[in-house]
């Protein structure tokens, strides 16, 4: 079974930078990809950002060029770096793991509230 935590979470101007972590235990953390979602107050999940097994890394066209996610398989953790941030981008963000082959994403952390004021 494995737990994600995440963390960074916050309140920032338009404008500025939050950096997001999310802490894996259990499992083999090398062999999942890794994913952001969010979620804004009455709207429904949306995807961000994917790293898999190998470091390829995907984006929502609302994030590219702002948002950069990474990983760090010696410490189980991926991160969300967020430049440029907007006001919709004020939502709970969650880190998710996918097992290799497996089409879904298996387990999610609890969220982290980013908020950004214009």
């Not at 189980?76 to 907007?86: A, C, G, P, R, T």
Request: aromatic share 12%.
């Amino acid at each position: 079974q494995v737990q994600l935590a995440e963390s960074g979470g916050g309140l920032v101007q338009a404008g500025g930078s939050l950096r997001l972590s999310c802490a894996a235990s259990g499992g083999t953390f090398s062999t999942y990809s890794m994913g952001w979602f969010r979620q804004a107050p009455g709207k429904e999940r949306e995807f961000v950002a994917v790293i898999n097994w190998s470091g390829s890394t995907y984006y929502a066209n609302s994030v590219k060029g702002r948002f950069t996610i990474s990983r760090d398989n010696a410490k189980n953790s991926v991160h969300l770096q967020m430049n440029s941030l907007k006001p919709e981008d004020t939502a709970v963000y969650y880190c998710a793991a996918q097992e290799y082959g497996r089409a879904e994403f298996d387990y999610w952390g609890r969220g982290t509230q980013v908020t950004v004021s214009s």
